[in-house]
């Protein structure tokens, strides 16, 4: 199968083209650098492999990469942490709008013109934000108000979209939520504002690559946003992107939407924590606790058992390993001062 993927440089699409090309498809990757800057990968020069530097709300330049291929993944996005929701508040609507309408208008194009199969939209938990019902699973979104975050608002938004392409021209369509997504790769934003956590700032205003630098920094007292009790579930990039390219794949992810997220449950206290002995051992853990963001939910906890179902979709890695990985990672990232 040949697939499309927007936003190809950026870090869950690093893992998902990683996991399409073992899966012996071929790949054609989009983007323009402007989070990271020139970024190479591993699979740069794998014979399956193409890669095009380009603007992702370039209509004319998607319809003519989509042509070509079977199915799209719309991962082209505006992205951050929680600081990011804040700092680029217009930004994040405004731009991934443009870049929304413009990938679905050449996926319609292209469905409709040539042999385009599906959009696999990848979406966000956030579209959860202010849900009350635990664990969340697909279709709450309908139940719960909408997201009050601009960044959740938009994510919500390329939802209706495929269910607006689908209900006027048919194009079919999945829509992934992945939830917390942590591994290696990924770096300080270009346009990134610095943001004060004590007296270390913010890479990357997500959380455990976060906590990991500070550690790596020396703060002591470790400062965490609230009180710590804020619920996550941890799910390593390499098992989200094992979960796209079953939506890819699976003909029973013809039209739905799917939480690709790990079962386990962790409080930010009880990250830091953990994190904080494999760093520091034997020095006693202390945290002192910074004002919240605005938009930092305070329980984020999905229903899985649809993905398991109907993908035959686990997300296996559990933290520990997920941190023997990132753990090393960051400390030599802070080491060449990239992060």
């Not at 829509?175 to 300080?188: A, L, M, S, T, W």
């Not at 619920?231 to 939506?247: E, Q, S, W």
Request: hydrophobic share 40%; with cysteine; proline share 5%.
């Amino acid at each position: 199968m040949r697939i499309l993927v927007t936003g190809s440089a950026g870090f869950i699409a690093g893992y998902l083209v990683e996991e399409l090309l073992s899966a012996g498809h071929e790949v054609v990757g989009l983007d323009n650098y402007s989070k990271y800057g020139e970024v190479s990968k591993s699979y740069d020069n794998h014979p399956q492999f193409s890669f095009v530097r380009g603007d992702a709300k370039d209509c004319k330049l998607l319809m003519e990469l989509a042509a070509d291929c079977d199915q799209i993944v719309a991962a082209a996005a505006m992205i951050g942490g929680i600081s990011y929701f804040h700092q680029y508040a217009y930004d994040l609507i405004a731009e991934n709008e443009r870049i929304t309408a413009a990938i679905f208008d050449a996926a319609i194009w292209a469905y409709r013109e040539r042999r385009l199969q599906k959009i696999n939209v990848v979406s966000s938990s956030m579209v959860f934000e202010n849900t009350i019902e635990f664990p969340t699973p697909e279709g709450a979104q309908f139940r719960c108000p909408p997201p009050r975050s601009t960044y959740g608002f938009q994510k919500l938004a390329t939802e209706y979209f495929a269910k607006g392409a689908w209900e006027q021209y048919k194009l079919p369509y999945t829509i992934i939520r992945p939830f917390n997504c942590v591994g290696i790769g990924e770096k300080r934003a270009k346009s990134g504002e610095q943001v004060l956590s004590g007296n270390i700032a913010l890479a990357l205003s997500h959380v455990v690559p976060d906590l990991i630098q500070k550690i790596a920094k020396g703060q002591d007292p470790l400062h965490i946003l609230g009180d710590g009790k804020q619920v996550r579930h941890y799910t390593y990039a390499g098992d989200i992107a094992k979960g796209i390219r079953l939506c890819i794949e699976r003909p029973e992810s013809l039209n739905e939407d799917f939480n690709i997220s790990t079962r386990e449950s962790t409080s930010v206290l009880e990250l830091a924590e953990r994190i904080w002995k494999r760093m520091c051992k034997g020095k006693p853990f202390r945290v002192v606790h910074d004002e919240p963001f605005e938009y930092d939910v305070r329980m984020r906890s999905p229903e899985v058992s649809k993905a398991e179902r109907m993908l035959g979709f686990t997300a296996e890695t559990p933290l520990d390993a997920i941190l023997d990985e990132v753990i090393p990672w960051v400390e030599e990232q802070v080491r060449l001062g990239q992060i």
